[in-house]
């Protein structure tokens, strides 16, 4: 399994409750359509930081995750609400637990 990490800062803290409706009725669904898709995970930080966390089977889909988010900020018209690039970690998962699913 692979992992993605990505770290976005500066987000326009005025279009937090606008990023985190599209991120649920857009991004999220594309991404469940994508081939190796194993989970996908957004947070709110505070302070114009968001973070997303998703779980793929290979680097690969992992990889076409990452483009199919930068395409959806452009067609969401998000690029001022998320007006930095994120900050991508990403690699292969080492250990993994889970007892309950997240809603």
């Given amino acids: 399994m692979f992992a993605t990490i990505r770290r976005y800062e500066g987000v326009d803290t005025s279009r937090t409750e606008e990023v985190t409706r599209k991120i649920g ?6 991404l469940r359509e994508l081939e190796g898709f194993r989970g996908y995970y957004a947070l709110e930080a505070g302070n114009g930081v968001f973070s997303s966390f998703g779980l793929f089977e290979s680097e690969t889909q992992a990889d076409e995750a990452t483009k199919v988010a930068a395409s959806w900020v452009k067609t969401e018209k998000l690029e001022t609400a998320l007006p ?3 900050r991508i970690t990403s690699g292969t998962v080492i250990a993994h637990e889970s007892s309950v699913a997240v809603a």
Wanted: proline fraction near 33%; charged fraction near 0%; avoid cysteine.
């Fill in 84 to 86: 930095n690039p994120p």
């Fill in 25 to 30: 009725a857009t991004l999220v669904p594309q």
